[in-house]
T-cell receptor
Framework: DAKTTQPPSMDCAEGRAANLPCNHS???????VYWYRQIHSQGPQYIIH???NNETNEMASLIITEDRKSSTLILPHATLRDTAVYYC?????????????FGQGTELSVKP | DARVTQTPRDKVTEMGQEVTMRCQPI?????VFWYRQTMKQGLELLAY????????DSGMPKDRFSAEMPDATLATLKIQPSEPRDSAVYFC????????????FGSGTRLTVV
């Protein structure tokens, strides 16, 4: 399983964009980049995933570099409720098991 | 919204007792995961199933832990005998068949072994 590297913590001002980086230099061609978050004492929540192209949904945008060795999760207008631990995970395709292994994540604090 | 249901929500038990945690995956989901979370180790994958068959249980201590799916609507995780070091939050997650969409997690079972 490819490993990811994330900063342990970040701060963001409320209303500003939060840009969370992730390095996954050993990612292979059959692996997606997934982002989950975990708000204190809750189960992890799926945010977004991508293979090669940038992706956007109602929660966030995912920017993947052309060489696929790093990515950035963007929360366009962070609110206090976005304070959580954000996990970047490299996951194999469904038909190759789809195992999800969590690292330590980035603890994002959104401040008023 | 469809949910993964875990019971019990909280469990306090004495060392040496058997503990059973249950998970009801989202209807139609065929992949089920069990995770354990502690402050020290973070989220650890214990085991996961697809179509009720175990795909990987290498993260599970085999001497005391067992995971099963008696049917497609129920996954169980048993610890026998329980030990204080098993105290953790145990999460179940499920995923839909044939897609690479994200998995849905339950709210967890907080286990305290005294």
């Amino acid at each position: 399983d490819a490993k990811t590297t994330q900063p342990p913590s970040m701060d963001c001002a409320e209303g500003r964009a939060a840009n969370l980086p992730c390095n996954h230099s050993t990612i292979s061609g059959n692996e997606y980049v997934y982002w989950y978050r975990q708000i204190h004492s809750q189960g992890p929540q799926y945010i977004i995933h991508g293979l090669k192209n940038n992706e956007t949904n109602e929660m966030a945008s995912l920017i993947i570099t052309e060489d696929r060795k790093s990515s950035t999760l963007i929360l366009p207008h962070a609110t206090l409720r976005d304070t959580a631990v954000y996990y970047c995970i490299v996951r194999a395709l469904y038909n190759q098991g789809g195992k999800l292994i969590f690292g330590q994540g980035t603890e994002l604090s959104v401040k008023p | 919204d469809a949910r993964v249901t875990q019971t019990p929500r909280d469990k306090v038990t004495e060392m040496g007792q058997e503990v059973t945690m249950r998970c009801q995956p989202i209807l139609g989901h065929n992949t089920v995961f069990w995770y354990r979370q502690t402050m020290k180790q973070g989220l650890e994958l214990l085991a996961y199933f697809r179509n009720r068959a175990p795909l990987d249980d290498s993260g599970m201590p085999k001497d005391r832990f067992s995971a099963e799916m008696p049917d497609a609507t129920l996954a169980t995780l048993k610890i026998q005998p329980s030990e204080p070091r098993d105290s953790a939050v145990y999460f179940c997650a499920s995923g839909p068949p044939g897609t690479d969409y994200g998995y849905t997690f339950g709210s967890g079972t907080r286990l305290t072994v005294v």
